[in-house]
């Protein structure tokens, strides 16, 4: 069910920043109503438990309506008050208090122009909001959250939108059916010979344009940062030692004899003996 849950939940979002341009954090519009249900359930922190059914980080605003709505309440609503002023305050311009319900209607207006999320547990509110297109609508049900889907009426002016989009606007056919008059106009001067040579002079222009674009067509001009790959390169000559050339035997040998040769040679000393005297 969790997994089922999610899943929607991502769908909802997924179409009201598609669709009416909702960007992180979201901004969720809180009223009495909502934080006293979470104080009552225990869902805290407030803002990781919205955040949750989001799936973005969020900021959690209400106004200074709902703060005097809360505190005209009583005691019995005194936590509710001191858990609210701790949310981040929206601005509402009101400077006689109203209601929590008039104060979100005056702030969402007509289409929603600051994109906020609505949290409220009033059911009379949440109704109202299905009827103004892009306002997303949270509530709580025992200890959790929940994500209202969009209404038809939302679905409806998003669908008429996009037709809108396919379709040509008034200035576009206007300009349209300009340039097509100025086409046939100058189609019935082509007699003239200077109007001729400037057209000439276009098309030899276009032409010039035309080539241009084709000689850069050729050239490969790449958007795109290229990486250069690492080529395989040949071993380190520093590393490598070239090979010592073996003498045939024959020369070894011969090389050792000079070697023991003079060796003896050197050894040998001519001593000159003196004869021994005789007593």
């Given amino acids: 069910m969790r997994l089922k849950k999610q899943k929607r939940h991502r769908k909802i979002v997924r179409f009201y920043t598609a669709c009416f341009g909702f960007r992180q954090p979201f901004k969720v519009l809180c009223d009495g109503t909502f934080v006293h249900h979470l104080l009552v359930n225990h869902i805290s922190p407030p803002d990781n438990a919205v955040s949750t059914i989001l799936g973005a980080p969020v900021k959690l605003l209400t106004t200074r309506c709902v703060l005097a709505e809360l505190k005209s309440l009583g005691d019995s609503y005194s936590e509710s008050w001191k858990e609210a002023g701790k949310l981040f305050i929206a601005r509402c311009d009101h400077k006689r208090r109203k209601s929590a319900e008039a104060c979100f209607i005056d702030i969402i207006g007509e289409n929603n122009p600051e994109h906020f999320f609505v949290a409220t547990q009033d059911f009379d509110l949440r109704k109202k909001f299905q009827e103004v297109p892009g306002v997303p609508v949270l509530f709580g049900l025992r200890n959790a959250l929940l994500l209202e889907s969009p209404s038809s009426f939302q679905r409806q002016i998003v669908k008429s939108s996009e037709e809108k989009r396919l379709h040509m606007t008034d200035l576009e056919h206007k300009l349209l059916s300009d340039r097509q008059?100025?086409?046939?106009?100058?189609?019935?001067?082509?007699?003239?010979?200077?109007?001729?040579?400037?057209?000439?002079?276009?098309?030899?222009?276009?032409?010039?344009?035309?080539?241009?674009?084709?000689?850069?067509?050729?050239?490969?001009?790449?958007?795109?940062?290229q990486f250069k790959r690492n080529k395989a390169k040949g071993p380190n000559p520093l590393s490598c030692k070239k090979k010592k050339q073996r003498l045939p035997d024959i020369a070894l040998e011969k090389e050792e004899?000079?070697?023991?040769?003079?060796?003896?040679?050197?050894?040998?000393?001519?001593?000159?003996?003196?004869?021994?005297?005789?007593?």
């Fill in 257 to 279: 004899k000079d070697a023991g040769k003079t060796v003896r040679n050197r050894r040998k000393r001519k001593r000159s003996r003196k004869d021994k005297k005789l007593p």
């Fill in 181 to 225: 008059k100025n086409g046939l106009t100058s189609k019935e001067t082509e007699d003239s010979p200077d109007e001729n040579e400037a057209l000439e002079d276009q098309n030899s222009g276009l032409q010039a344009a035309m080539k241009a674009n084709r000689a850069k067509r050729k050239m490969i001009v790449k958007d795109r940062v």
